[in-house]
């Protein structure tokens, strides 16, 4: 399934994240690390 310009809901509950389509379709599911960087330190 092409994702470009695919129009989604974004979950959020503390550090748990679902992805979902406005069509129901659960398209990832995944839990933050809190230890983790996610941003680049320049």
């Known amino acids: 399934m092409p994702l470009c310009r ?9 550090l748990d994240v679902r992805v979902v389509t406005f069509d129901g379709e659960l398209i990832r ?6 230890t983790r960087v996610y941003q680049p330190l320049g």
Do not use: A, K, N, S
């Open 6 to 14: 695919l129009r989604i809901h974004l979950y959020v509950v503390d």
């Open 29 to 34: 599911h995944f839990t933050l690390d809190p």
